[in-house]
């Protein structure tokens, strides 16, 4: 592969890309039961001499380097995404989420399937991740193809920029603030959520204008960050999600 090359493996995965950006596609691969219902792909394939073949499982296994590739695996090459003072630039009521030192594929799958549910602008992912994993646009669903992700070392020059723009910062706490569920979300919204093990480093910290927590039984001391997005997220739906469909 060159090194700007990314695999994707997975069903919607690889059905989102090919609908939202098929000129991207370099060439596929699908086991003989993967293959069916990609007609579509390998004629596109075909008329632009853009290679695919049908392998064994093994094969496909060893190509994605996953067992769940679910009968295909396309290398593409990255999506472009917006210039991100083009969305802060957007007025109007607004959703970003911001994830410091996030890195598990899973759980990012699962935050940009959440993000696209509830009209997040953008992902803004802090710490040493440049690109996203074959294992993240899998468990996204399809959602790595429509939620723009931004990648940077230290997110505090980044949540400057979204301030600038007029934009809120919400942070997190299991153990402080006030009620999410009493609580008037800004319209324009920075959701902060840390890595589970280490939450939010100290200087991120410092710059939430409102800290909020999320109430429960206190059974449990916290819920995992992407179910804590989850319930952020929704709860700006709820209050201003017809304001974004």
């Known amino acids: 592969m060159n090194s700007n090359e990314t695999k994707i493996y997975g069903q919607h995965a690889c059905h989102a890309l ?3 950006r098929p000129n991207d596609i370099v060439r596929v691969l699908f086991t003989e039961k993967g293959a069916v219902g990609f007609g579509e792909l390998m004629k596109h394939c075909a008329s632009e001499h853009k290679p695919y ?6 094969e496909l296994e060893k190509v994605s380097g996953a067992r769940h590739h679910e009968g295909v695996c396309i290398v593409a090459w990255p999506r ?11 007025q109007g009521p607004g959703l970003i989420l911001a994830l410091d030192k ?7 799958g699962t935050l940009l399937r959440t993000s696209a549910h509830f009209g997040v602008r953008a992902v803004l992912l802090g710490g040493a991740l440049r690109r996203l994993s ?28 979204c301030k600038a723009a007029g934009f809120s910062i919400c942070a997190t706490s299991s153990h402080q603030g006030d009620s999410l569920y009493e609580t008037a979300l800004p319209k324009r919204c920075v959701v902060l959520l840390g890595a589970e093990r280490d939450g939010l480093s100290k200087p991120l910290f410092a710059m939430a204008d409102t800290l909020l927590c999320i109430p429960g039984s206190s059974q ?21 999600g017809s304001a974004l469909s």
């Open 220 to 240: 449990v001391e916290s819920l995992n960050v992407a179910s804590s997005a989850a319930v952020f997220l929704g709860e700006y739906w709820r209050q201003y």
């Open 80 to 90: 472009a995404t917006r210039n991100l003072d083009h969305i802060l630039a957007d």
């Open 53 to 58: 073949r049908i392998v064994p499982n093994e």
């Open 102 to 108: 996030v890195s598990n594929p899973h759980n990012i």
């Open 134 to 161: 074959a294992a993240a646009y899998r468990t996204a669903e399809g959602a790595a193809e429509t939620v723009d992700v931004f990648f940077g070392e230290d997110l505090k020059e980044t949540l400057t920029d």
């Open 18 to 20: 090919f609908a939202a």
